[in-house]
């Protein structure tokens, strides 16, 4: 499998198996989109300037599937009907984080959006969550921009960065899903974290 990923950086059907992957993982979290895109990006940190695939277009690919992908999961949720309400029924983790979603939404807090995005299906909870307490397009689509700009602009920063820093693309890659899956730790706790109780008035 190594050995034929490592064939695809070579050809522009990287963009293609990044952008499927990005795209897919708001519905499937375990999809390895992040690994994708930090290997792409130290594969072109270790080639010719002029070699597939070029950081650019792949930073624009990942950041235009993460936002494509959060919108489609928004609009389904929208426009679900009472099936998705007993499947956030039956989770109370799910009920939580949809009422936090819509209180911080309500309240500009938009900025949950982004970190979801670095924390493990929480990309999956926070557009179905906007799109299911009904948020309108404007409150949600901004913040999606970016939480997916900035999402891809890390992983591809890391995967480059960090082969030019290191020297060599295995070693690069190894450090930079480290730092990707620290970034998704510590977004997960934040999350998890209870919203601060706004003090009582007289």
């Not at 994708?36 to 270790?46: K, P, R, S």
């Not at 998705?84 to 029924?89: E, F, H, M, P, S």
Request: no cysteine; aromatic share 8%.
């Amino acid at each position: 499998m190594i050995e034929t990923l490592g064939s695809l950086t070579a050809t522009p059907w990287i963009y293609v198996l990044v952008a499927v992957s990005v795209l897919l993982d708001v519905f499937l979290p375990v999809l390895p989109s992040g690994v994708l895109v930090i290997t792409a990006a130290a594969a072109a940190a270790g080639g010719p300037p002029a070699r597939v695939p070029d950081v650019a277009v792949l930073l624009t690919v990942a950041a235009t599937a993460s936002v494509l992908g959060d919108l489609t999961a928004y609009r389904l949720a929208r426009r679900s009907g009472p099936r998705l309400d007993r499947a956030i029924a039956r989770s109370r983790r799910l009920t939580r984080a949809h009422e936090r979603l819509g209180t911080a939404l309500a309240r500009g807090g938009g900025l949950l959006v982004v970190l979801a995005r670095f924390a493990p299906a929480g990309r999956s909870v926070v557009s179905l969550g906007a799109g299911k307490t009904q948020r309108k397009v404007g409150e949600f689509l901004p913040w999606s921009l970016l939480a997916g700009i900035s999402w891809a602009g890390y992983s591809v920063s890391l995967g480059y960065f960090g082969t030019q820093w290191l020297g060599t693309a295995w070693l690069g890659t190894a450090v930079s899903l480290l730092a990707l899956f620290t970034a998704g730790s510590l977004a997960a706790f934040l999350l998890r974290r209870p919203s601060p109780t706004p003090p009582a008035t007289a």
